[in-house]
């Protein structure tokens, strides 16, 4: 049942001009009914963020949320993510927060998915008109930044088609420190221009590891890094799969008992192994309050949106920070695509083995296949012995010329990186910088 004056501080947003307001935008009750009725925004993760972040949405007016999570509820979980109870350990996150959603916001559909963010094909997430995540791993972001990367197109004189673009809105935490920001692939920087932004995590010298631990972190840390290739080499570590970290945790509570350590617990085991740093309940807040805010500005423009990032510091009273970021314009996510020099006499072998070992490129790759428009010129898998001929032949003889785009495909990828081609005299294939 609706309550009335539900909506009226929205209405005064929505229904009237003002001095900044975005662009083209035309005030007027249909804005809110597109809002509740066929806007639909994907919330990635329901953790300490993602409930407030499910809250604030459905208070905002967006009436049709979908939140996928992989993980269960655990007592830990409590203290900041407000919308589980104890009688709500073990369960799914993402079905327990949209059901208390729904329960507690009338008329707000709130779809949960129980699965990894990997699981979904692209069409999925092709669906929804934005999409805000709530994520604690650095690894996820990569991902889902490079699936909304995958829907951008440009236009023969490299210019984005704005039909093409999936805008996100990224929230993060770290203490009494967050930020939040707005990622328009094409437009503004996309999470992999600005990596630099997030801190290598913590090392440990191997020696001090394998002789000499000293606390619960050296344990687990040896476990992963040691124990984990040793006694399981055929299996790549997964941080979000639950029987990787069963086992990790486990071989860090034995190497613990051996040395006499205390304080190896599965909490601490996920944190050192995630890099987790814990949660306050305020910051939390603070950062979805302004992902939301950015959400809404995107799809009803009615004001000016974030350019482009926000930090937010609260270890000494309130400090908020925005700063432009600017876009990469050879970054091989969101460019339209990155110029690779070599000579014409280039076989496309040697292509390959230059874009893998390339300092810039390779870390994205680590056995691709190689397209042209509509023809594969060398695809691994059924299709490797038919296209194989064609790693002796010259790159000049499989493509139409200088700066033709070709598509480069691997299995680290959610979708193609694209690569022009300058031919010249040079001997080594390099970035044009």
Known sequence: ??????????????????????????????????????????????????????????LSGFGNIDVIDMDTIDVSNLNRQFLFRMQDVGQSKAEVAARRIQQRIPGVTVTPHHCMIQDKALDFYEQFHVIV???????????????????????????????????????????????????????????????WLFPPQTKFPL?????????????????????????????????????????????????????????????????????????IASTNAIVAAQCTLEALKMVTMCSTGLNNYMMYVGTDGVYTLTTPYERDDKCPICSAGITFEVPPSTTLQQLIDQLVADPDLGKHLSAPSVSYGSTNLFMRGALEAQTRPNLEKPISDLVDGDGSIVHVNDRKL???????LKFSGSTNGTMEM
């Open 133 to 195: 995540l709530g994520l604690d791993s650095l690894e996820a972001r990569r991902y889902m930044n490079s699936v909304a990367c995958s829907f951008l197109e440009y236009d023969e004189e490299g210019q984005p088609d704005l039909a093409t673009v999936k805008p996100m809105v990224d929230g993060g935490t770290e203490g009494f420190k967050g930020h939040a920001r707005v990622l328009i692939p094409g437009v503004t920087p996309c999470f992999e221009c600005t990596l």
């Open 1 to 58: 049942m609706e309550l009335e004056g539900r909506w009226r501080d929205l209405d005064y947003l929505l229904t009237r001009q003002g001095n900044v307001v975005g662009p083209g935008f035309e005030p007027g009750p249909e804005i809110r009914e597109f809002l509740h009725n066929d806007c639909r925004v994907l919330v990635v993760g329901a953790g300490g963020l993602g409930c407030e972040l499910l809250k604030d949405l459905a």
């Open 207 to 279: 020696c001090t590891l394998a002789e000499t631990p000293r606390s619960p972190a050296h344990c687990i840390e040896y476990a992963k890094i040691i124990l984990w290739p040793k006694e399981r080499p055929d299996d790549s570590f997964d941080a979000d799969c639950e029987e990787h970290m069963k086992w990790v945790y486990d071989k860090a509570l034995a190497r613990a008992a051996e040395f006499g350590i205390q304080g190896v617990t599965y909490q601490l085991t996920q944190g050192v192994v995630k890099n987790i740093i814990p949660a």
């Open 414 to 420: 959610v979708a193609a990186m694209k690569i022009r």
